[in-house]
């Protein structure tokens, strides 16, 4: 069975610093990975999205990289704001089923402070 | 820029009512999703819906809950007896072309059950 396993579970950062979230799974028969980022009692906003025979995606500030093989990802999040203060989720799609589901991890809640 | 609406953004009702809650996904969008997500918890998934029919669905998709695309543009969750436990927030999800592309997430229909 799929776990997604996400840490740290919070994180808080001086503002302009570096910083990376991980995210691991159990299982390496997946079609792709996406991070999302959610703000308190809002919905989820698709950062990045990860094909399985990719090894990074880039947006602007930030970069996420897939090991496959090892059952990892990085969100690497550069020169961090205050606006990036939210909770990060990453989510694999597995193989099997018809469609796929997306199973998301609990999540890296990320404070960026001034 | 495109998005899924969700309609209402929070439905209180009494234990043992129905609701129905409304989604509209982004219009060129040929796959639909119900996740949820309880206070605290990960999030969940509950359905997947294609060409009219469930292409999957989880083991929390029993028989109180039904998916519906009643006419070109919703797509309905209804939960026919609800129960405490049904509170959560319930997203609703569209992707493009196939069940691998990137899911575009709603901002979600709290939901609580008294």
């Known amino acids: 069975k799929q776990e997604v396993t996400q840490i740290p579970a919070a994180l808080s950062v001086p503002e302009g610093e570096n910083l990376v979230l991980n995210c691991s799974f159990t299982d390496s028969a997946i079609y792709n990975l996406q991070w999302f980022r959610q703000d308190p009692g809002k919905g989820l906003t698709s950062l990045l999205l990860i094909q399985s025979s990719q090894r990074e995606q880039t947006s602007g500030r930030l970069n996420a990289s897939l090991d496959k093989s090892s059952g990892r990802s990085t969100l690497y999040i550069a020169a961090s704001q205050p606006g990036d203060s939210a909770t990060y989720l990453c989510a694999v799609k597995r193989y099997g089923g018809s469609q796929g589901n997306l199973i998301f991890g609990k999540g890296t809640k990320l404070s960026v402070k001034p | ?114």
Not at chain 2, 55 to 68: A, H, N, R, T, Y
Not at chain 2, 74 to 84: A, D, E, G, Q, Y
Not at chain 2, 92 to 105: I, K, M, R
Request: aromatic content about 14%.
């Open chain 2, 1 to 114: 820029e495109p998005e899924v609406t969700q309609t209402p953004s929070h439905q209180v009702t009494q234990m043992g009512q129905e609701v129905i809650l409304r989604c509209v996904p982004i219009s060129n969008h040929l796959y639909f999703y119900w996740y949820r997500q309880i206070l605290g918890q990960k999030v969940e998934f509950l359905v997947s819906f294609y060409n009219n029919e469930i292409s999957e669905k989880s083991e929390i998709f029993d028989d109180q809950f039904s998916v519906e695309r009643p006419d070109g543009s919703n797509f309905t969750l209804k939960i026919r007896s609800t129960k405490l436990e049904d509170s959560a927030m319930y997203f609703c999800a569209s992707s493009e072309l196939a069940g691998y592309n990137e899911q575009f997430f709603g901002p979600g229909t709290r939901l609580t059950v008294l």
